[in-house]
Nanobody, 126 residues
């Protein structure tokens, strides 16, 4: 059974930091990603990392502020978020891709991932 579980959300003041963690199990994954969804908005791409190689892809809105890292042995992926802004407020979702390397991978597309966590709330106050 595949499980994808996020942790680490919370409330922080603007300019502060938070670290999210995502644990995934039950399959061999070829990529992991974080997406977010604010109230009334569509789910948007934040960052992705290929496995096990570690190639990363960042949304322009978070470049230089957010960093994704992975521990292949533990099947965990962390998202370090610095210099947070009120616009970063959203539910953050961890996504996992088990589709093989022979299939074209579009990291920013939700359809590239076949497993999702339930989400964790991040609220940044001004």
């Amino acid at each position: 059974q595949v499980q994808v579980v996020e942790s680490g959300g919370g409330l922080v003041q603007a300019g502060g930091s938070l670290r999210l963690s995502c644990a995934a199990s039950g399959r061999t994954f070829t990529a992991r990603a974080w997406f977010r969804q604010a109230p009334g908005k569509e789910r948007e791409f934040v960052v992705a990392i290929t496995l096990p190689g570690g190639n990363t892809f960042y949304a322009d809105s978070v470049k230089g502020r957010f960093t994704i890292s992975r521990d292949n042995a533990k099947n965990t992926v962390d998202l370090q978020m610095n210099t947070l802004k009120p616009d970063d407020t959203a539910v953050y979702y961890c996504a996992a891709r088990s589709i093989g390397y022979s299939t074209t991978y579009s990291p920013q597309s939700t359809s590239a991932y076949d497993y999702w966590g339930q989400g964790t709330q991040v609220t940044v106050s001004s």
